[in-house]
């Protein structure tokens, strides 16, 4: 199939989710053709990490030197193209007009491609885009919308977007969401009736996994201490503050060091907070690392409080790599996290609660150890690549009228 997969490339999880399902169709034989305002940083790094040769790498940069996009496809190294949205600047406009310049940069590649699925990632701006091109260029391609979370959970409902998003979803040849909760949430929220596949996102076992590594591991704790980590991009609606305020409470009882790792708006807070719980010297603040597979799985315990989550992809990588959670009992999180075998869900803000699951967890070895493990079989089992990615085919057979 040829599939085009619109997303966006800043540090959350639909980027994520839409790049490595490019990589994934890919690998399975399709032609796939990312189109995003940047290179997404996932997609990067799979291309950097496929060796190439003197010759093909000359003419990559040849070719990015010429502004002559794609490349990657014209030394037949990917079936992924990366495909960027023009921009306009013009004084008379305030912003960037990026429905429209999506839409564009859709309507020529079509065109050109004859692109048979345009699968628009976040209903925000993305499914409008897509409808618009479909629209604009006259093709008869299937527009595919994933729901993401906070594209119908929060922006979507302000009034400001309502409308359109209620038509994307509506108007969408086949709509999927990564939770059952996000599915029936968005029925309530927006009157919907319309079937919603619930497509789960995975992980890659391979990529994901725990790291037996004394050395590294002593970069961020001694033996002796337990290590706990928070991954996300720090908005509000993950409640980085409420990491801290657990945090506290569990190395007020057993030597304990935190990594915060990601950047975003309330960083700043959870420094200021950890100053002022005198913590500060026990919190370690890594900026955002792309390739979080290289620390992830030196943790004891992953720390994910959020007020809404629709998925929590951040916790199943965790899980992956052997890492138990203690998470907020909200969204879709209860279909990852299996209360008292792979990790703790605790009503969100529930500071005492989540920090006494979190020393349940690490003060008793024998069960840390089970945890731990049930997480990483859990992860494998039920999230594996092979197990997700053909739901995803399946949802364009049936739109294409394939089966
Ligand atoms: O929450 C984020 O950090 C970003 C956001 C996004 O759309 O990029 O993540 C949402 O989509 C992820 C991938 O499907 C889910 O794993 C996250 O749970 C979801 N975030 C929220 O619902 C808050």
């Not at 990588?317 to 075998?341: D, F, I, Q, T, Y």
């Not at 792979?342 to 803000?349: E, N, Q, S």
Request: charged share 25%.
């Amino acid at each position: 199939m040829n599939i085009a997969i619109l997303c966006h490339a800043s540090a959350g999880g639909s980027g994520v989710v839409a790049t490595e399902l490019a990589v994934a169709l890919a690998k399975r034989g399709h032609q796939v053709h990312i189109v995003a305002p940047k290179r997404p940083f996932r997609l990067s790094r799979e291309l950097d990490a496929r060796s190439e040769s003197f010759f093909q790498g000359m003419i990559r940069r040849i070719g990015r030197l010429l502004g002559v996009t794609p490349v990657d496809a014209a030394i037949g190294r990917e079936r992924v193209q990366f495909h960027q949205i023009g921009t306009v600047d013009y004084p008379l406009f305030d912003d960037a007009l990026s429905t429209l310049t999506a839409a564009n940069t859709l309507a020529r590649l079509v065109e050109e491609h004859h692109i048979e699925i345009v699968h628009a990632h976040y209903a925000i701006p993305h499914a409008t885009s897509a409808l618009l091109a479909r629209e604009v260029s006259g093709g008869s391609f299937k527009v595919v919308t994933t729901l993401h979370g906070t594209d119908v959970t929060l922006l979507g409902l302000e009034p400001a977007l309502r409308h359109t998003t209620r038509h994307a979803i509506e108007a969408s040849d086949a709509v999927t969401a990564v939770s059952h909760d996000l599915a029936r949430h968005t029925r309530e929220a927006f009157g919907i009736h319309r079937p919603i596949h619930v497509i789960h996102n995975w992980v890659d076992p391979e990529r994901f996994k725990p790291i037996h590594d004394p050395l590294l591991r002593a970069r961020f704790a001694q033996p002796d201490e337990a290590l706990l980590i928070h991954v996300s991009n720090f908005r509000r609606v993950k409640r980085p503050q409420d990491v801290i305020r657990v945090f506290a409470r569990v190395a007020a009882k057993l030597p304990a060091r935190l990594l915060m790792v990601g950047d975003g708006p309330e960083r700043p807070e959870c420094f200021a907070l950890a100053q002022e719980l005198e913590v500060m010297g026990r919190v370690q603040f890594l900026e955002f690392i792309p390739e979080v597979e290289r620390v992830l799985g030196l943790a004891d315990l992953m720390l994910m409080p959020s007020e809404q989550e629709s998925f929590g992809l951040a916790v199943l990588e965790g899980m992956a790599c052997g890492v138990p959670v203690v998470a907020s009992r909200v969204g879709g999180l209860p279909e990852v996290v299996e209360e008292g075998k792979t990790g703790y869900l605790r009503a969100v803000g529930d500071i005492e609660g989540m920090a006494e699951a979190a020393l349940e967890a690490l003060s008793q070895p024998v069960h840390h150890q089970r945890l731990g493990e049930q997480a990483r079989v859990r992860a494998v089992e039920r999230f594996h690549p092979d197990v997700i990615v053909p739901q995803y085919l399946e949802v364009y057979r049936e739109v294409l009228g394939l089966q």
